[in-house]
């Protein structure tokens, strides 16, 4: 069975454009969720979509939008890039409560 | 709100030694916990979840006890190999809101 797969692997941006990451859940599963992965400030919840609807939403800016296509799976949008964006962000999908991660798109603001 | 704490480390072992990686929570009701495993320039791995008090959790050697009384979900393996050097991450999910709540991670190296 294939896993959860997020393209690119890597995504180098200069400040103040825009990013677009790719996710693609596990078969069968519905909702998939964004975690950001910055340097010194460990793993954090960015948002989760379940049936093409966004459900929760974490503690970032609006310039952070994403959503979920019929096929469940779903883009990542940062808009007016700074250069703390910069790092891996993680998306994991999940039929249950247990989620299973990709390998993450690694993002370099310069 | 949901908080994870952990011993952020680095630790680092000799092979076969036994490790012990500390993990408390706060959290309203009972949420599920769960460790992964993120091995160097990858994504995370669920490693073992427990999802009510006094489940035990065990995969690959390693376990972990869902201790409501110590709000403590410790990760221990009797004998560590060098393939498990990687960060070692302790998280919550609770509620309805399907997020993951994570500690800080710890960083374990194993040395032949």
């Known amino acids: 069975e294939a896993g959860v797969t997020q393209s690119p692997t890597h995504l180098i941006k200069t400040r103040g454009q825009q990013a677009t990451l790719r996710c693609s859940p596990i078969?069968?599963?519905?909702?998939v969720y964004w975690y950001q992965q910055a340097l010194g400030l460990g793993l954090q919840f960015l948002l989760w979509?379940?049936?093409?609807?966004?459900?929760n939403r974490g503690n970032f800016p609006p310039r952070f939008s994403g959503r979920q296509f019929p096929n469940y799976s779903s883009e990542l949008n940062v808009n007016a890039l700074e250069l703390e964006d910069s790092a891996l962000y993680l998306c994991?999908?999940?039929?249950?409560?247990?989620?299973?991660f990709g390998p993450g798109t690694r993002l370099l603001v310069l | 709100g949901d908080s994870v704490t952990q011993m952020e480390g680095p630790v680092t072992l000799s092979e076969e030694a036994f490790l012990t990686i500390n993990c408390t929570y706060t959290?309203?009701?009972?949420?599920?916990l769960f460790w992964y495993v993120q091995y160097p320039g990858e994504g995370l791995q669920l490693l073992l979840k427990?999802?009510?008090?006094?489940d035990k959790g065990s995969n690959k050697g390693f376990e972990a006890t869902y201790r409501k009384e110590t709000t403590s979900f410790h990760l221990e393996k009797g004998s560590v190999q060098v393939s498990d050097s990687a960060v070692y991450f302790c998280?919550?999910?609770?509620?309805?809101?399907?997020?993951?709540?994570f500690g800080k991670g710890t960083l374990l190296t194993v040395n032949p």
């Open positions: 078969s069968g599963h519905t909702s």
């Open positions: 427990a999802t009510k008090a006094d």
């Open positions: 994991a999908s999940s039929s249950s409560e247990t989620q299973y």
């Open positions: 998280a919550l999910m609770g509620g309805s809101n399907y997020k993951l709540t």
């Open positions: 979509y379940d049936e093409g609807e966004e459900r």
């Open positions: 959290a309203t009701g009972y949420p599920s």
